[in-house]
């Protein structure tokens, strides 16, 4: 599965579309109240969270999933739980090991993330493109983990 910008692309050509994107990343193969939170704190910074959740390969291929048995919940259950979450606007897929492929074509856009994971040079490469493009970075510390 490749990225899925079908939201962006209706954006720009839509201008009732284009509100303050907030744009979230992770696996999120075990969603608790932690991220339920993150993901309500998130929405607070603009007016439409956009969660990218990674694919089963680019989960497998993960430096972190060191025993190779994740992801233990399928995408397309990952995708369901994500979405039946009221705080979440749109629910997409991406491949990608890191976002700052994503983030060269995307400006104006708030990345938030929390403060466990903002020390890490995957997410210190991604800030440093979102704040060139235009953008806000956020980092937060969820209510609840």
Known sequence: MGK????????????????KRVLVFGTFDGLHEGHKSFFK?????????????????SIKLQPKNTSGDRPIHPLEERVEMLSALNSV??????????????????????????????TSEGVLREKAIVLRNGGRYVELKPLAD
Request: no cysteine.
């Open 89 to 118: 606007d749109h629910v997409t897929v991406f491949d990608e090991l890191t976002a700052e492929g994503l983030f060269e074509e995307l400006y104006g856009i708030v990345y938030v993330k929390t403060d466990k994971d903002a």
């Open 41 to 57: 704190q998130a929405k607070e910074f603009g007016d439409v969270l956009v969660v990218f959740t990674n694919s089963d390969a």
């Open 4 to 19: 899925d910008l079908s939201y962006f692309a209706k954006a720009s050509k839509d201008k009732t579309l284009l509100k």
